[in-house]
């Protein structure tokens, strides 16, 4: 059976990784990769393999299976605008890129973004960014494009234990009257975070309130708003709900 393929929704889990023009990956190159790495160092294997014409393929990584599709010799898949870039310059018009897409498969419908799931895309992700070829990673929900370098090290870290890497599965932005806030973290927790201005912070100060609260809170980390929690710097934030809801205000508390 043909998997059916559309180019992600805005907001849909999907990480598309880009390739040079002329050197996206098939098939066979993907069996390779898996056959070079040592037993051990295996964490997923090829569940399904259609005829290569059909490009794309089956993967199971610790029982889920994820859908590869967009493969040679199919043709190339169209890539998302980006809103944020990580590790990467701006677009070079001369040096278009092709998109091999990686999405969830249909059993886990309404389940994209618990974070098991995206925790075995990411290391999925991680593990076919090996391909040659690979030039950037972008990750849908966030609309952020990543370098390869940027995405190995910093998703890697995660992998490992480390900190959520807000600058690349999320994003932040600047309001106009100079608040920051988040833009993806709703895929992951229904809400995104806006950190409102005051004297005492910075840009850099905000900046690192943002990141400290969006690694709590897709940690699933004792955070509940309302209530109070330590920032990074040792002071006190208050973060509310929004009376319009799908979003989370944080201010330095008082005192």
């Not at 199971?60 to 590790?87: K, N, S, W």
């Not at 190995?152 to 009257?177: H, I, Q």
Request: glycine fraction near 12%; hydrophobic fraction near 50%; aromatic fraction near 6%.
């Amino acid at each position: 059976m043909t998997a059916e393929y559309a180019p992600p929704r805005a907001g849909a889990s999907a990480v598309l990784l880009l390739f040079s023009a002329g050197r996206r990956a098939d098939a066979e190159a993907v069996a390779q990769l898996l056959a070079s790495q040592p037993g051990a160092a295996r964490h997923f294997a090829i569940s399904h393999r259609p005829p290569a014409e059909e490009g794309w393929l089956e993967l199971l990584i610790t029982g889920l299976a994820f859908d590869l599709v967009g493969l040679a010799p199919a043709a190339a898949l169209p890539t998302p605008a980006v809103r944020h870039r990580f590790g990467v310059a701006g677009p070079d018009p001369e040096a278009p890129l092709e998109a091999v897409v990686l999405r969830p498969g249909a059993h886990l419908a309404g389940g994209e973004n618990l974070l098991p799931v995206v925790r075995a895309m990411m290391q999925l992700a991680v593990d076919l960014a090996g391909l040659g070829g690979v030039e950037a990673v972008i990750w849908a929900p966030a609309a952020t494009m990543m370098g390869r370098d940027y995405f190995l090290r910093n998703v890697g870290r995660w992998l490992e234990g480390g900190a959520f890497p807000a600058l690349g599965l999320t994003a932040l932005l600047r309001e106009a009257d100079g608040a920051i806030c988040s833009d993806g973290l709703a895929f992951f927790t229904g809400q995104e975070l806006r950190i409102e201005p005051t004297s005492q912070n910075g840009a850099g100060g905000d900046g690192k309130i943002a990141i400290r609260l969006i690694h709590s809170l897709v940690s699933g980390g004792d955070i509940s708003p309302p209530c109070l929690v330590d920032g990074p710097e040792g002071e006190v934030l208050r973060i509310e709900p929004a009376r319009s809801g799908g979003l989370w205000r944080v201010w330095r508390a008082a005192g």
